[in-house]
């Protein structure tokens, strides 16, 4: 069974830095991509990063510049670094997995881990 744990999240000023992981319980080379959303109070979740298989990478744009997301492969981990945190990235962020051409198919998620930005 699938399991992904976030953890990093917390409380951190406008400016500051997180860094978010992600590990899964399985070789995350089973995953065709593996991404991390977020999901603000009374809006809807929106994808923020995503890392391929083969390892390419896309960032939205409206955290281009601040966030990068990378992988550990031997950990089974992905991260989610975050800087130049500013009030509207204040969000609950969540991992996500997906299988698409490898059985069993699946779309996986994390609990989500909470993110807020405030002074």
């Known amino acids: 069974q699938v399991q992904l744990v976030e953890s990093g999240g917390g409380l951190v000023q406008p400016g500051g830095s997180l860094r978010l992981s992600c590990a899964a319980s399985v070789n995350i080379f089973s995953f065709n991509d593996m991404a991390w959303y977020r999901q603000a109070p009374g809006k809807e979740r929106e994808l923020v990063a995503s890392?391929?298989?083969?390892?390419?990478?896309n960032v939205a744009d409206f955290v281009k510049g601040r966030f990068t997301i990378s992988r550990e492969v031997a950990k089974n981990t992905i991260y989610l670094q975050m800087n130049s945190l500013i009030s509207e990235d204040t969000a609950v962020y969540y991992c996500?997995?997906?299988?698409?051409?490898?059985?069993?198919?699946?779309?996986?998620w994390g609990q989500g881990t909470q993110v807020t930005v405030s002074s």
């Open positions: 996500n997995a997906r299988r698409t051409t490898v059985v069993p198919f699946g779309d996986y």
């Open positions: 890392i391929t298989r083969n390892g390419m990478t």
